[in-house]
Each structure stands twice: as structure tokens, then as C-alpha cells.
């Protein structure tokens, strides 16, 4: 279910994406997973960009445990600010999103992954997401299916070593180590980046370790069904 998809591969200008279509989580209670379906990282010359939030805390600490296993703490989309699986304590879940794989494909220059999940089934509501990649260009399209309006969130998380710079309107910058990504959003979205918020910009690298990020988060309310496109582009110094 952990699909990668390459361009420049072994090559300074690599860009590298993993990308979650699989399972919620091993066995019937899933006790590790986190509600992450159809959440990516994104790594560039060898050098982390968009990045997993880690764990941080498991017996402990309740409001963060359920923060960084949370959908909104991963690089995916949320809808009204609900998570794609219910949790029932810090080591069970409820209810689980199941995801299905539509198509995979990698001719040598184009990388193409297409997925969906049923974490918001309950509403009437499928996600679908696409990812395309090729040479320094990545695409994420993403298709909410559904009635009614609804708050959809995406939500992109950053290394903290990460300089994150909104340009102007729908267009979002990180730097890193000779490195530039610049995202650039649908029009429909209200763009922020939070840093060390209540309610998000947190990573953890090591188990007990919480330390500030930036979360660039992209919101909009939408009659559904909702389709747009977030255009991720690679520039290495050079």
C-alpha cells in the first residue's frame, strides 16, 4: 500500500514522493495506525521537504496523542475538520477508512498514482486523490464527491528547517540547503501557515520530542462535488 514515485533518480536534482494508499492499519484493532490515507512526503536532492508528523506521545499526553495520529497532523485533506477514522482510546479505533488503489503506473518518465477512501462515508463523502510526477513537477488532484457544503481542508507540513514563504495569493515557498518548492494553490483556498499552533504546525522527530513546524493549510468552504489541482515544483540552486 506505500507506493514511490521517482524522477532524476541517483541524480542531484532527484525528487522523491511516498505516497499512502494502503491499509488503515495492521490487524483488526490497528493499534498503531494513524488516519493518514492518502497522505505524502516529499524529499528533494536527498532532503526532506514535506515531511510525516511523527508520534510524540502514546500513554500519555492525550491531546497531543490524538493531534499528531490525527488526519489534519498528515499531509492530506480533511472535511469539516474530521478525522477519516474514529479513534476509541490510544490504541484502538472505532471506525477505518479503507482505501482503494484505481491505478498505478511508471514508464521511466511519468509517475501516476490514483486512490480513494471512505473515511467520510458517513457524509455521503469520497476523497480521491491523484498524484502525478515528472522531472521537477509534481501534481496532487483531488476530488471531494458528495452533496451539500462542506469545509475541505488540505494541509501541506514542513521540516522545521524549512524557510516557508507565502509569495502572494496561492502561491507558498519552502527553502532548504539550495532547494526551493513552490506550491501553488486553487483559487477557492484561503491560505495561512502556522507555526507551533494549537491546532497545528507541530512535528515530532523522535519519540517524546515536539518541536515547532510550519503547516501551510489551504480552506475553503464548497458545495460538493469539489475538484482542484496543487502544483508542487522542484528548483535546485544551480
Not at 495506525?33 to 526532506?48: C, N, W, Y
Not at 510526477?133 to 458528495?146: A, F, H, K, R
Request: glycine residues 10%.
Amino acid at each position: 500500500g506505500i507506493y514511490v514515485l521517482t524522477s532524476r533518480r541517483n541524480t542531484k536534482g532527484e525528487v522523491f514522493v511516498i505516497a499512502d494508499a494502503g491499509p488503515h492499519g495492521f490487524l483488526s484493532i490497528a493499534a498503531h495506525a494513524h488516519a493518514d490515507a492518502l497522505s505524502f512526503t516529499l524529499s528533494a536532492a536527498g532532503i526532506p521537504f514535506l515531511v510525516d508528523p511523527g508520534t510524540y506521545a502514546y500513554h500519555t499526553k492525550p491531546q497531543w496523542r490524538n493531534y499528531f495520529r490525527g488526519t489534519r497532523a498528515h499531509n492530506t485533506v480533511t472535511v469539516d475538520q474530521r478525522d477519516q477514522s474514529e479513534s476509541a482510546g490510544s490504541f484502538l479505533w472505532t471506525r477505518m477508512a479503507n482505501t482503494v488503489v484505481e491505478s498505478w503506473s511508471d514508464d521511466g518518465q511519468l509517475c501516476a498514482l490514483t486512490a480513494h477512501h471512505d473515511g467520510f462515508s458517513d457524509l455521503g463523502i469520497t476523497h480521491r486523490r491523484s498524484f502525478e510526477l515528472q522531472d521537477n513537477l509534481l501534481q496532487v488532484t483531488d476530488e471531494i464527491d458528495g452533496p451539500g457544503m462542506h469545509e475541505i481542508a488540505g494541509y501541506f507540513h514542513f521540516a522545521p528547517e524549512c524557510e516557508v514563504t507565502v509569495r502572494e495569493p496561492g502561491l507558498v515557498s519552502a527553502r532548504r540547503a539550495g532547494v526551493t518548492l513552490d506550491l501553488t494553490f486553487s483559487s477557492i483556498f484561503d491560505i495561512d501557515v502556522a507555526l507551533g499552533a494549537p491546532d497545528a504546525g507541530w512535528y515530532s522527530p523522535v519519540f517524546g520530542v515536539r518541536e515547532p513546524g510550519n503547516t501551510v493549510r489551504g480552506r475553503a468552504l464548497c458545495r460538493l462535488p469539489v475538484t482542484w489541482a496543487t502544483m508542487i515544483a522542484v528548483h535546485h540552486e544551480g
